[in-house]
């Protein structure tokens, strides 16, 4: 198989360029041209292109794609070229930039500059600079040839970027990789126009109703109690800050607040309505992301963003301005948006999900088997956890409300989760406890699960390994590893979770561990530690049953724990048996680790569930 590496270079201006917009819009966009390309086939020379749409169309089909590996440095926007516009179809895409977020986290920069400073293998050039608001007819010779040169530059940097960071790079992440690309380079999914169209209409009807109906003037909204207040009416707990000034507690309802900002992308669209209002939007989130949908969906099918290697833990994110990773599920409108979402004809959707991935790969990673055991038998963890709360003697007796607190308990925690938090959590659901009954619940959560405790333990002498530079292991049959020298958690699989410039200082409640991120540094201890493993652990696995799926069916997208295939009409029952059957099996790695799921199927995205 070949190994083809390009970079194209297109016109962009002031207001035309993929800083203004996405991905899909601007290569989508009338105005969009291809001013050159640059080629390398394995280690031969690198040409550059430039010509007239058929001629460059011409040059690219001389080259054997189908039997290709096509490599490329954001691949999502030299691959959508290729694809859409030049009907190129690979074997394999590979990036670059994929590469670097799992290779060295999130929190670094994978710009090809910055990489290429990294590894001392030469210097990104400027020439882009000079191309703004030029069509290639407006290049003289000598500017193009020069264009040329920069072109030709980046492609080989990017080969020797491949050559260096790949050489090691575990060869299932990059079919991962490969597969997570195809979702948004070759779309499959389609939109339901008509159902986008009338939904925004609702939407702000829907707007313009809460706030009539609410009585809602600009004092109230401006107001911290009265806006509170309506926050708690929609079962928001409203976020707190210090304030600097008098140092005690008060709302966060600035611009600046992180926690506020969080909340305009809420799944209750009225939620969304309130926050948007305080903070003077002429839009919600709701309304834009809407919006956006209806753009793609006149334009042609929907490329699934998905983003490899978003989180520090490796999990997938959102990405081009629409993040299918949290489009509403509840409220007035529900899950519009997801029923926008449709397979083509004569194919069906089959939405499968993990079932409780993250406590069942906690409860086996800290050896607490008779969970394990409850888990792997079908039993009703959540009963039997409000069994030991409420000292009810038979699962039939445990009531709806006892095991809501059951099932709390169980998925949340199982992080070292304290009473106040807890708490917290239980309110933002509607359900009020006293902070003496938190604490309670937490302590015989804790007295329950005690090798899960000690797993907290355990936790935090890793930390305090990691930092002095000493190797250890983590968990059940030592799954998880350190690499001292990072300091990082080594996965199952073979990439590394990092900590940057971890440091331990002495505080009033001991030594407390920070390590750095791009906004400052994050506080990590043992229960932190456990989360991040967790959430890792269950994205590998759901990484390599995916890779199994892809086999056979076509995998369109991935939403935190579930997989969605697109499957002909007339194999869905065999379809579905075979995904279930994916998603139930385990590594090597993971033996012991009692995995299910549960699946729907549907023509639109929002109906599988």
Known sequence: ?????????????????????????????????????????NNGPTEWASGTHEQIKDYLHTFGWADAMVLAHNTIFDGAILTWLFDIRPRVWADTLCIARALHGVEVSGSLAALVERYGIGTKGTEVLNALGKRRADFTDEELSRYGD?????????????????????????KIIDMTLRMFIQPVLDLDLGLLEQHLEDTKELKDKLLLDAGVDKKDLMSN??????????????PMKTSLTTGKETFAFAKSDEAFKALL???????????????????????????????????????????????????????????????????????????????????????CDSSQIEARVLSWLAGQDDLTEAFRVGDDVYKKMAMSIYGVNREEDVTKDQRF???TTILGAGYGMGAVRFKDQLQSFGFDIELDEARRVINIYRETNFQITRLWNDASHTIRCMEQGVGTELGINNVISVDPTVPAIILPSGLQ??????????????????????????????????????????????GEQMLKISKRYHVVLTVHDSVVCC????????????????????????????????SGVAKSYGDCE
Not at 154 to 165: C, I
Not at 225 to 238: R, S
Not at 525 to 540: D, F, L
Not at 567 to 586: H, N
């Open 1 to 41: 198989m070949d190994l083809i590496t390009v970079d194209f270079e297109t016109y962009y201006d002031k207001t035309f360029s993929l800083s203004k917009m996405t991905t899909e819009e601007y290569v989508r966009d009338p105005r969009f041209e291809v001013i050159g390309v640059g080629v390398k086939v």
């Open 150 to 174: 920069y072109c030709i530059n980046d492609v080989e940097l990017t080969y020797k970027l491949f050559g260096l960071m790949g050489r090691n790079f575990p060869r299932q992440e990059l």
């Open 225 to 238: 109690p009265k806006f509170a207040g309506l926050l708690e009416i929609l079962g928001v707990i409203p």
């Open 265 to 351: 992308e809420h799944e209750d669209v009225r939620v969304q309505t309130l926050v948007s209002a305080r903070l003077g939007n002429k839009s919600t989130l709701e309304e834009t992301r809407t919006q956006r949908f209806i753009d793609i969906a006149k334009r042609g099918l929907l490329p699934v963003p998905v983003k490899y290697y978003a989180a520090h833990t490796g999990r997938w994110g959102g990405a081009d301005k629409i993040n299918l990773q949290n489009l509403p599920s509840r409220g007035p409108n529900g899950k519009k948006l997801k029923r926008s979402i449709v397979a083509p004809d004569g194919y069906m959707l089959v939405d």
């Open 405 to 407: 607190v059951g099932k």
């Open 497 to 542: 979770m990092r900590y940057e410039d971890l440091r331990g200082e002495q505080s009033e409640r001991g030594v407390e561990y920070t390590y750095k991120v791009r906004r400052g540094r994050n506080r990590i201890y043992g229960g932190k530690v456990i989360e991040n493993v967790c959430q890792a652990v269950a994205r590998c696995i759901i």
């Open 567 to 598: 499957v002909p009409e007339d194999k869905v029952e065999e379809a579905q048996r075979y995904i279930e059957e994916c998603m139930r099996w385990l590594p090597d790695w993971a033996e012991g680790l009692p995995i299910d799921c549960e």
